[in-house]
């Protein structure tokens, strides 16, 4: 990475204001996945250990003003139980009690403010907004790599005022990607899937431009078949994105990209549990039935390519993976990339839903990384700077 870290700077006495991401799912006031709270442990755990005086500052949710619901206080309790170690938590995010709160930190205290976007000021990049934070501390950290994206007060607003540089986790984030565009072992594997092609247009883009093997799976794969002239029922269809979709096809036959598309589908005539569920070959989807998953034989061509792969990225479902009846197409795919894992390829899995599919199967702890980041992962692989990366001290 091309600037600086938290190993760049002394932080030793020092206020230093982290901004991590803790947007985690809450239920009944309990934290019910803590990974991006264990994500941010090694930079938290470093500054601790350095004798910094840690200001933690996070989003979560996307509050209307202030909501009980979404307060921080259940973070803070799951940070403290995996830090092993109290973590102080304040009902603001700047102002007197913020003050008085950091003004009273010793070396190696933790301390987590309220909920970011509680104030409106955050998500507008309120130049006053990031001045009132960054005044609470000597250095800024970013580890939000799933944030860094978004040209928020806490994300870049804060640079301008205090000297910034980057987490551990986000350093890893961005090296762990780049890798994949600058030099990855080959074949490198590319499994993209999801509803939308709109989402994912400058990532295909590309990787049409890098990858040996592109696979379409999801919701995203009906616009591209009826690119083909395929009748697709009542699936999902993004009737603007034809014609990129054939020209998406095309350009990857001129560069010589493998570009699969399933050829069989799992079809229903609504996304339930306990609906008819058919496979069909793609060339037989009935008017009033949409397509809800990859086929067996789909999966079987796609399971051989990924097992080839010696690098292999994913982002996105193959099919409604929540529903156990159109789920296989997923759960192969992603033993698939566990398998060719194993065998020493290189596994690189980004975007919520994949992620939460990973987790369904209990196979997160066997790909190469997990990246905290869907949309900034997209995007710095599309090539884009990212706004909370470029504002940091090279």
């Known amino acids: 990475m091309e600037k600086k870290t938290v190993r760049d700077v002394d932080v030793h006495g020092k206020r230093v204001l982290v901004r991590v991401d803790f947007n985690v799912p809450i239920s ?213 994105k034809i014609d990129y979709c054939r020209d998406a096809i095309k350009k990857a036959q001129e560069k010589n990209v493998n570009m699969y598309l399933p050829s069989d589908i799992v079809i229903a005539q609504e996304i339930s549990p306990d609906t008819e569920a058919r496979v069909v070959s793609v060339g037989s989807i009935s008017d009033g039935w949409m397509g809800l998953d990859i086929g067996p034989d789909t999966i079987s061509v796609y399971r051989g390519v990924v097992r080839g792969g010696r690098t292999i990225f994913w982002n996105g479902p193959m099919g409604v993976f929540e529903i156990d009846q159109f789920s296989r197409g997923t759960e192969e795919i992603a033993k698939a990339i566990v398998e060719a894992t194993q065998a020493g390829a290189t596994s690189v899995v980004g975007g919520g839903d994949s992620i939460a599919a990973l987790k369904k199967y209990h196979l997160e702890e066997k790909v190469s990384f997990v990246s905290t980041g869907g949309g900034a992962s997209l995007e710095l692989l599309e090539g884009k700077q990212l706004p909370g990366v470029e504002v940091l001290l090279a």
């Open 28 to 240: 009944n006031g309990v934290v019910t996945d803590n990974s991006r709270v264990k994500a941010a442990l090694p930079t938290i755990e470093y500054l601790i250990n350095h004798g910094a005086k840690v200001i933690l500052m996070s989003h979560l949710g996307r509050p209307k003003g202030v909501e009980d619901k979404l307060r921080l206080d259940p973070v803070a309790q799951t940070l403290a139980d995996v830090l092993g170690k109290e973590v102080e938590k304040v009902d603001e995010t700047i102002g007197p009690e913020a003050k008085e709160a950091v003004d009273k930190m010793k070396s190696g205290d933790v301390l987590l403010l309220e909920n970011l976007r509680f104030d409106e000021r955050e998500k507008k990049n309120d130049p006053e907004f990031a001045k009132e934070l960054a005044g609470l501390a000597d250095v800024y950290v970013d580890d939000a790599f799933g944030a860094s994206h978004r040209a928020h007060a806490s994300i870049v607003g804060v640079a301008r005022y205090i000297p910034a540089v980057a987490g551990f986790l986000l350093e890893k984030e961005v090296d762990t990607l780049e890798s994949l565009l600058k030099n990855p072992k080959r074949p490198l594997v590319a499994v993209l899937g999801g509803s939308k092609v709109s989402d994912k247009i400058g990532v295909i883009d590309k990787f049409l431009d890098i990858v040996d093997s592109l696979l379409i799976g999801g919701g995203m794969c009906f616009t591209f078949l009826k690119a083909q002239g395929y009748n697709i029922g009542k699936s999902l269809l993004e009737e603007d």
